[in-house]
């Protein structure tokens, strides 16, 4: 069992930055994969981004080069960096882990861009 609390949410405008992060209940170093994912209001879920064991990276292409995932094992903690953000970044962003084959979510922070 893996328990995910998102956290750093909240109102920006246009062009700013947040910073997420998704602390886990459990050693993250040897979770298989974590990642981002938001929803935005009647839209489907999407990938943000994700981050493997072995340290590589995946983006979805409406993020790349302005949105950083990143963890720290130490700390037990995940990490999304977002620059320049726009209002089409306005969704729910959730924490996922996978282990074992098995999925667990946090229940999501909220972003909001606009001016």
């Known amino acids: 069992q893996v328990h995910l609390v998102e956290s750093g949410g909240g109102l920006v405008q246009p062009g700013g930055s947040l910073r997420l992060s998704c602390i886990a209940s459990?050693?993250?170093?040897?979770?298989?994969?974590m990642g981002w994912y938001r929803q935005a209001p009647g839209k489907q879920r999407e990938l943000v981004a994700s981050i493997f064991s072995v340290g590589n990276t995946n983006y979805g292409d409406s993020v790349k080069g302005r949105f950083t995932i990143s963890k720290d094992n130490a700390e037990n903690t995940l990490y999304l960096h977002m620059n320049s953000l726009k209002p089409e970044d306005t969704a729910v962003y959730y924490c996922?882990?996978?282990?074992?084959?098995?999925?667990?979510w946090g229940k999501g922070t909220v972003v909001t861009v606009s001016s």
């Open positions: 996922r882990a996978s282990r074992y084959g098995v999925a667990y």
């Open positions: 459990r050693n993250i170093s040897n979770i298989y994969a």
